[in-house]
């Protein structure tokens, strides 16, 4: 892990490892957490728009996010991320590129994003 003066980063694998992050992170007052749900296009060693979480470890943050009624941001590229993202409960996808128009649909019904 290494801190900066506004952000934390972490390189974290099982679900449990990310609900532990978050609540840290909360208890340290941050007001919002952002995931990185897919690779980026400039992240050196990724896979652009591949995806960087599984499905319960964007839900593990989620969860212990809005349980106090803090937001939660994804990085998502790859069409895969995003709708696991809004699956999850997202608050805001960043960026989205590869999102059609016929895969989005079905997940933004009123209220889910």
């Known amino acids: 892990m290494r801190r900066t003066d ?3 980063f972490a390189i974290l694998q099982r679900a449990q490892e990310f ?4 609540e840290e992170l909360i208890d340290n007052d941050s007001d919002l957490l952002k995931v990185i749900a897919s690779g980026a296009v400039l992240a050196y060693g990724g896979v ?3 995806p960087e979480m599984t499905q ?3 839900t593990a943050v ?3 996010a809005h349980a106090v ?8 590229h790859g069409a895969e991320s995003i709708l696991m993202a809004i699956s999850s409960g997202a608050d805001t996808i960043e960026h989205a590129p590869d999102l059609d128009d016929a895969r989005i649909a079905p997940p933004l ?3 889910n994003v």
């Open 62 to 64: 989620t969860d212990i």
């Open 48 to 50: 652009p728009g591949a």
């Open 56 to 58: 319960e470890q964007i």
């Open 6 to 8: 506004a952000i934390d």
């Open 69 to 76: 009624d803090r937001k939660v941001a994804a990085h998502a």
């Open 109 to 111: 019904k009123p209220g």
């Open 19 to 22: 609900r532990l992050r978050a």
